[in-house]
């Protein structure tokens, strides 16, 4: 992987990582379209280049972090059906990392849920006691958490999936995408962490000492990475939320299905989009 493939990575993560439409599987029709090897570095870049992205909600949204130990409880119960899920079924997601036609039929998939999302959950009806909720129960927040673990499928998108999550339970279009981005704090780290441990592991089976992990070259790549998904998405957020909280999320279905549709044809045509 070059600097020039980092670079372009990471744009993509940050645009992406917070709006409905699939971080991850976005970036893994750039590395299709762009070539880039599925090495070992390649598959931990992915994810850990999403700690800067988070980053750029603390820094939007620091005030809110400033709360009782109520908020960290809350974000807590979500996060924990995703750690159940990605330590059953780690290997299955990592297998379902590489495919480009998983990625193209979800993202139609979830497009098509998207168009009838501001139907299904209007805006102006009346939420609990007569007023739109801006703050999770802690069942809410469980069943938002439930949802997240749709997102373990490529494509499907974990902002998405959220803050379905989050109208379901009469949250506003707002605080579904606020609490969708919180979540996504304690979820990308740890995916972070687990994927940084895993290399460890893998470099310590194969006689790789801890010094010689990575690189000087990957670890300037990691650095490029993550400071420019969090530049990127720090201005996405702020445009992601005016947008939808006024216009909903119609185009971003829109928007899924033509990609996913563009990728199904590419790959009925015949050509080739799996990493290699």
């Known amino acids: 992987m070059t600097y020039w493939h980092a670079l372009l990575l990471a744009i993509v993560e940050g645009i992406t990582e917070f709006l409905p439409v ?15 090897p599925a090495t070992p570095f390649f598959k931990l870049y992915l994810v850990v280049i999403q700690l800067g992205a988070i980053l750029s909600v603390l820094v939007v949204y620091w005030r809110r972090f400033f709360q009782s130990i109520d908020f960290y409880l809350k974000l807590l119960v979500a996060f924990l059906p995703i750690v159940l899920v990605g330590l059953l079924f780690k290997k299955h997601i990592d297998a379902l990392l590489e495919s480009v036609t998983t990625v ?77 981005f919180f979540l996504a704090m304690p979820t990308m780290a740890a995916a972070a962490v687990k994927d940084i441990y895993d290399y460890y592991k893998d470099a310590k089976a194969h006689g ?53 549709g563009v990728l199904l044809i590419m790959l009925a045509l015949g050509i080739n989009l799996q990493l290699v």
């Open 22 to 36: 699939s971080s991850t599987g976005h970036m893994i029709i750039a590395s299709a379209l762009l070539g880039i």
């Open 104 to 180: 193209a039929v979800m993202l139609v998939v979830g497009g098509v849920v998207l168009l009838f999302v501001d139907r299904w959950f209007p805006q102006e009806e009346p939420n609990h006691g007569g007023h739109p909720v801006t703050n999770p129960s802690f069942k809410e927040a469980l069943i938002i958490g439930l949802f997240q673990c749709l997102a373990v499928v490529p494509g499907t998108s974990r902002s998405a999936a959220t803050i379905i999550g989050g109208l379901t339970q009469k949250l506003t279009r707002r605080a579904a995408a606020e609490f969708a």
């Open 208 to 260: 790789i000492a801890p010094a010689d992990l990575f690189t000087s070259e990957q670890l300037k790549q990691l650095a490029l990475g993550n400071a420019v998904a969090f530049v990127v998405a720090l201005l996405a957020i702020r445009l992601f939320v005016g947008f939808v909280a006024k216009y909903g999320f119609r185009a971003f279905g829109v928007y899924r299905i033509i990609a996913g």
